[in-house]
């Protein structure tokens, strides 16, 4: 054998491989950048909403309308697009938050509520936004 043919059979052995091999990094590479915009085309929403929850605690107003409510199905639409490992603790602080902020407030006969405290939602609020910030 000469060294033409070797170089050849190497040259062709190392195509058959890496073709299929580029292709595979290309298709991953690609799932991965879509999954990143689906994740941020959903918290985007979510966080500017929650930033908006925040400015108004802050000024000891219960943040309500129809403008800053988060439902439980967007908060679910942002478990599910999340990266795996951080899919259970966006549940779980989702899930704290809305308990705490529900027993922030207290309603009379009349509908008029009295604001118990936001320190511990705004606590979960500070510990959920660093999860959803853009990716």
Do not use: W
Request: proline share 2%; aromatic share 10%.
């Amino acid at each position: 054998m000469t060294i033409d043919r070797v170089l050849s059979i190497i040259a062709t052995t190392v195509s058959f491989i890496a073709i299929p091999a580029s292709g595979f990094i290309s298709y991953r590479y690609a799932i991965l950048g879509e999954r990143r915009k689906e994740f941020n085309a959903v918290a985007d929403n979510i966080r500017h909403k929650l930033r908006e929850h925040q400015r108004h605690m802050e000024q000891n107003i219960y943040p309500s309308g129809e403008y800053l409510e988060i439902s439980q199905q967007e908060f679910d639409t942002l478990a599910d697009v999340a990266y795996e490992r951080d899919r259970k603790t966006i549940r779980t602080l989702c899930d704290k938050y809305q308990k705490s902020l529900n027993s922030s407030i207290t309603t009379d006969e009349y509908g008029d509520y009295d604001i118990v405290d936001f320190n511990e939602a705004l606590a979960f609020l500070k510990e959920l936004m660093p999860l959803i910030e853009r990716k």
